[in-house]
T-cell receptor, first 115, second 117 residues
């Protein structure tokens, strides 16, 4: 079974630039999550999709971050414009509602550096 | 979700059992205890979860105290590849209310487990 795919693995941009991350979840998984992990901290949930609908974006900085999941499969997370404090690893995860009490499977993440 | 407390770091000799404690004194009756780990430069990986009974799988054992206020993750024979950050998380199952997923995982800072030769 293929895992959660993310790209790019690394990205370096300057502040005020825009950036987008892509995630392809495990086939058949209805729920998709984006997390932000700042160095030395645990991951923090940014947004959760159920199919193509948002069920939780309470911690998403909506003035600069946006995410979509068209057709309920792939997802993109965008930052526009980026700030220095956005430097972090962005993790995508997916889960099946029929899985082991909603076990989440994580991708390898995208490491973003904002200069 | 209930807050958890874990030691920031622990050491373990290769081949010995690693016992990682977690305090969750404010856990509610419908909240599960989950353990995930994160090996360097990888995404977190599910290990095990339980409600009130002890659980065992191919990776680890989970011991939950009778009052459910604390638990211990046991790696019976630690290897160098078990070096990672271990996260203890408590949450309800899955569900949504008022625009917030109350089944979401809320990660703390975890315990850095170092397994040495």
């Amino acid at each position: 079974e293929a895992g959660v795919a993310q790209s790019p693995r690394y990205k370096i941009i300057e502040k005020r630039q825009s950036v987008a991350f892509w995630c392809n979840p495990i086939s058949g998984h209805a729920t998709l999550y984006w997390y932000q992990q700042i160095l030395g901290q645990g991951p923090k949930l940014l947004i959760q999709f159920q199919n193509n609908g948002v069920v939780d974006d309470s911690q998403l900085p909506k003035d600069r971050f946006s995410a979509e999941r068209l057709k309920g499969v792939d997802s993109t997370l965008k930052i526009q414009p980026a700030k220095l404090e956005d430097s972090a690893v962005y993790l995508c995860a997916s889960s099946s509602s029929s899985g082991r009490d909603n076990e989440q499977f994580f991708g390898p993440g995208t490491r973003l550096t904002v200069l | 979700d209930a807050k958890t407390t874990q030691p920031p770091s622990m050491d373990c000799a290769e081949g010995r059992a690693a016992n990682l404690p977690c305090n969750h004194s404010t856990i509610s009756g419908n909240e599960y205890v989950y353990w995930y780990r994160q090996i360097h430069s990888q995404g977190p990986q599910y290990i095990i979860h339980g409600l009130k009974n002890n659980e065992t799988n191919e990776m680890a054992s989970l011991i939950i105290t009778e009052d459910r206020k604390s638990s211990t993750l046991i790696l019976p024979h630690a290897t160098l590849r078990d070096t990672a950050v271990y996260y203890c998380i408590v949450r309800v199952g899955i569900g949504y209310a008022g625009g917030t997923s109350y089944g979401k995982l809320t990660f703390g800072q975890g315990t850095i487990l170092t397994v040495h030769p």
